[in-house]
């Protein structure tokens, strides 16, 4: 906030103070919702992303581009264009739930294949429109597919926070929840657990808490599984209570720091979503091989 700034101070703790505020609801989203996520698959190696919504805010970008132009997707109100891809991924992943998680239809591992299955759909397509689009719009629409901490509209991150905030308020009054259900199917529902509405209930705040995260910066793969991962080895307890601070602790951590150093050190040379993910994909890759060596 304070690190080498000059000039007016009013203008100085505004600017940084939304981005750090940006900052701070992804680092809370995305580390939240990867917990809870891997919590209710009982898998360490999958995030919500493998569910399509990075695949679907690509889609999205790619025809707005491919019809519209570039020019013209970027005159859209920001405020306008943040309601779409909420309402979009929200609105995908409520379809899907309600499509296999709902009735007879209990099995949640089918609903994570058929997620990963339209992720692949997804990035077809835009992959298509991407080789048969104007190069010049090619070239704006390459800024919008990678994530960009450097949020300055104050009204988006006001929106996100408070939408973060209300889910927060239904992830605490389920906090005890989130312990039964790590335990597995079986054992949840011998506890006297509504097995099926817990977990309806915790994928659709999953499904909010990422769809506001991408919607604000844009798509961030890896990140949330690095964190949560190292938020389990420093807890080793697998108490919510726990994992789920020091999840947010980590992802704060990395966020601020990489984009302090980022900014200080390296002068923007590079974006800090590429380095994330290139972290978290070799973090990811290493946990494959450590599993598989067991």
């Known amino acids: 906030m304070t690190w080498g700034a000059r000039g ?28 809870l996520f891997q919590t209710i698959t009982g898998n360490r190696i999958l995030t919500p992303s493998i569910m399509g919504f990075d695949a679907l805010y690509v889609l999205l ?20 264009m943040f309601i779409i891809e909420v309402a979009a991924m929200v609105g995908f992943s409520l379809l899907l739930f309600r499509s296999l998680f709902s ?19 997804f990035r077809s397509l835009s992959g298509f429109l991407q080789r048969i689009i104007n190069p010049d719009d090619f070239v704006v629409l390459q800024d919008r597919m990678f994530a960009s901490f450097n949020v300055t509209d104050g009204t988006l991150v006001g929106v996100s926070a408070a939408l973060v905030a209300v889910v927060t308020v239904f992830i605490w009054r389920m906090r005890d929840t989130f312990d039964v259900v790590a335990l597995g199917r079986d054992m949840a529902i011998s506890l006297g ?13 999953v499904a909010i808490l990422i769809s506001v995260s991408t919607a604000l910066v ?6 949330g599984l690095l964190v949560a991962n190292l938020a389990y080895l420093i807890i080793p307890a697998s108490r919510h209570r726990y994992t789920l601070p020091a999840a947010v602790l980590i992802s704060v951590l990395c966020l601020v720091g990489g984009q302090t150093v980022l900014e200080r050190l390296f002068a923007f ?20 091989l450590k599993g598989r060596n067991r």
């Open 193 to 205: 657990l509504d097995y099926q509405a817990a977990t309806t209930r915790i994928l659709i705040l």
């Open 269 to 288: 040379d590079t974006a800090l979503s590429i380095i994330i993910e290139f972290a978290g994909g070799l973090f990811f890759i290493l946990f494959l």
């Open 218 to 223: 844009g798509p961030v793969t890896f990140f």
């Open 8 to 35: 007016s101070w009013s203008f100085v703790l505004s600017f940084r103070g939304t981005r750090l505020m940006a900052i701070l609801v992804v680092a809370y989203a995305i580390s939240v919702s990867t917990v």
């Open 103 to 121: 009735g007879h239809a209990q099995n949640l591992h089918l609903l994570v294949l058929v997620g990963i299955v339209l992720g692949v759909l």
């Open 61 to 80: 970008q790619t025809v707005l581009v491919f019809t519209l132009g570039a020019a013209a997707t970027s005159a859209i109100d920001p405020r306008l």
